[in-house]
């Protein structure tokens, strides 16, 4: 049984007791009234028909009109035609009951006490069906009113969520300029490092142009849409494996290569870098026979991403830390849908590879 299914019956028990009240308040009256005109009343005449006309109260509200007449939407004829059958079944159906229980004594005589019985019948049938469609009205009414009335609390919720996030980029805004108090002072620093380490050592002259450069483009290079071009990014890994290198007296093996054009694309800037920081971190980069491969292939607007190198002895495992979920999250942002990120680690070797359409 469906969810609907089961709230219809839920609701249909909590309001019942309503239901009994009501129509224990409209047959009595009837009966009464019927009563002091006519000074008789045949008990059990009054709860066949009223059963009766009970049960096709409720069949014409919840299934003529609940699941059949909405099928036809626009079409008078076809929903008076609906009607029409539905009173000639109800009133066949009815006489037949009655004759089957209440017996033949119950049934008209000549043709005169058929026709006044049909018509009486007629009336009272659709006198029920008169409620019938107001009750049905009524609570496509209560529907319609809740379903606005919903609309507009999910309305009232959207705004405020929209608004949160306003406020919540309003401050990523304000702390990233905190981030920048001061970036004249240390690329000025950093200058005045390297002009002065120039006369020393060349090496360590390299070293601090390029953390300079690093410093630069993680500081200054996000522009108005939150990325950067491919061709900074791919600049800043340049840099960042060169000042490995020299880092490490030119001993690292990485082979590191561009397949393909990245001009005119934009990514989210430091995406590519934190992945390719890990082989730094965690990888063994001093075997010469194997080395650590990270390759980028650029085509039709994507992005390919291949990273493969030998774990260190002593770090069986990789701790990505929040580096990798805090990048997913990222990618989910401004690439759903867009982006793929497989990652193989196995007992010695790690690879991974990310797949990101960079033009939609």
Request: no cysteine; glycine share 4%; hydrophobic share 40%.
């Amino acid at each position: 049984m469906s969810e609907n299914s089961n709230l219809n019956i839920e609701r249909f028990w909590k309001i019942s007791p309503k239901h009994l009240l009501g129509w224990s308040i409209f047959i009595t009256y009837e009966v009464a009234y019927v009563y002091l005109m006519t000074g008789t009343a045949d008990f059990w005449n009054y709860v066949l028909n009223y059963s009766l006309n009970i049960a096709l109260f409720y069949f014409n509200a919840h299934v003529l009109l609940e699941h059949t007449l909405s099928k036809f939407k626009g079409s008078a004829w076809v929903s008076l035609l609906l009607v029409l059958i539905e009173i000639i079944l109800f009133l066949a159906i009815k006489f037949a009951i009655n004759r089957l229980i209440l017996g033949e004594e119950h049934m008209p005589k000549s043709a005169i006490e058929l026709h006044k019985a049909l018509l009486g019948n007629t009336v009272r049938t659709i006198y029920f069906l008169g409620f019938s469609f107001a009750y049905w009205f009524a609570i496509q009414t209560y529907k319609r009113n809740r379903k606005i009335n919903e609309l507009e609390t999910q309305k009232l919720i959207e705004q405020n969520e929209k608004i949160t996030l306003q406020k919540n980029l309003l401050q990523s805004r304000n702390a990233y300029l905190q981030a920048q108090v001061n970036p004249h002072l240390l690329f000025n620093t950093l200058n005045f490092m390297y002009n002065t380490s120039a006369k020393v050592s060349e090496k360590l002259a390299e070293t601090i142009m390029n953390l300079s450069d690093m410093m630069r483009y993680a500081l200054t290079a996000i522009d108005k849409d939150d990325k950067v071009s491919l061709d900074k990014e791919i600049e800043h890994i340049h840099h960042y494996i060169r000042l490995n290198q020299v880092r490490f007296d030119e001993k690292l093996n990485v082979d590191f290569r561009i397949e393909g054009n990245p001009d005119g694309l934009r990514i989210i800037p430091l995406a590519l870098i934190t992945l390719i920081e890990n082989v730094f971190q965690y990888g063994n980069l001093h075997e010469a026979r194997q080395p650590a491969i990270i390759k980028i292939k650029i085509q039709d607007g994507k992005l390919e991403l291949d990273i493969k190198n030998q774990k260190r002895a002593n770090r069986r495992t990789h701790g990505h830390g929040t580096g990798i979920p805090n990048l997913k999250e990222r990618l989910d942002i401004y690439y759903p849908g867009r982006y793929s990120l497989d990652i193989n680690d196995e007992e010695n070797i790690y690879s991974l590879t990310l797949k990101l359409t960079l033009n939609e």
